[in-house]
């Protein structure tokens, strides 16, 4: 089935830092990916996606490109701050797999970002 | 600002006991998800449902069932509470199509005594 794959956390960075967390997936179709942020005591906040192949997703600095080859979609951050700290989920849709769309979330990956 | 609302940000229940939690979407969400969250097991899908007084079994349905009579409110009930529930509930919503993503509660710390 479909999965997602996560680089183990904590990632712990001081502040102005360039980020970068690793997300590789399976999937049978051709899947929507999407990062997902919970900040301490939060729900999941979409924070960016991308739905099809070379797409490259961005918000609030951060970015994610979708690799189709490598089955990639990793985060990255030129300068992160320490209101960045968080938990960042990948996920992806892959439709074609469940028939239906639901999400497949990785396990998490906590930042730290000190002064 | 579009919503998912989760009735309880704090519940403690005793064991046996049966829960309901509450979630609740101003959106006209066709979907609605029920996951929980563990440390080092990320989010799990309990139960699901795209339309009104349909629903589907997740990855962990066990020890749970859920209803949804109207279209905005998806409810989880936890038929009697057991200490390995005790958990973080996260509530989602989402349209028809698979692209835009999940809506997501602020999520409900269910402690089971």
């Known amino acids: 089935g479909d999965s997602v794959t996560q680089m183990e956390g904590p990632v712990t960075l001081s502040e102005e830092a360039f980020l970068t967390i690793n997300c590789t997936y399976t999937?049978?179709?051709?899947?929507?990916l999407f990062w997902y942020v919970q900040y301490p005591g939060e729900g999941l906040q979409l924070l960016l996606k991308a739905t099809k192949a070379d797409d490259k997703g961005s918000n609030k600095g951060f970015e994610a490109t979708y690799r189709k080859e490598t089955t990639s979609f990793h985060l990255e951050k030129g300068s992160v701050q320490v209101s960045d700290s968080a938990v960042y989920f990948c996920?992806?849709?892959?439709?074609?797999?469940?028939?239906?769309?639901?999400?497949?979330f990785g396990t998490g990956t906590r930042l730290l970002v000190s002064p | 600002d579009v919503k998912v609302t989760q009735s309880s940000r704090y519940l403690v229940k005793r064991t046996g006991e049966k829960v309901f939690l509450e979630c609740v979407q101003d959106?006209?969400?066709?979907?609605m998800f029920w996951y929980r969250q563990d440390p080092g097991l990320g989010l799990r899908l309990i139960y699901f449902?795209?339309?009104?007084?349909?629903?589907e079994k997740g990855d962990i349905p066990e020890g749970y069932s859920v209803s949804r009579e109207k279209k905005e409110r998806f409810s989880l009930i936890l038929e009697s509470a057991s200490t390995n529930q005790t958990s973080m509930y996260l509530c989602a919503s989402s349209p028809g199509q698979e692209s835009y993503g999940y809506t997501f509660g602020s999520g409900t710390r269910l402690t089971v005594v």
């Open positions: 959106m006209d969400h066709e979907n």
């Open positions: 996920a992806l849709s892959d439709p074609y797999n469940t028939g239906f769309q639901k999400l497949v």
């Open positions: 999937a049978t179709g051709y899947p929507s």
């Open positions: 449902s795209y339309d009104v007084k349909m629903k």
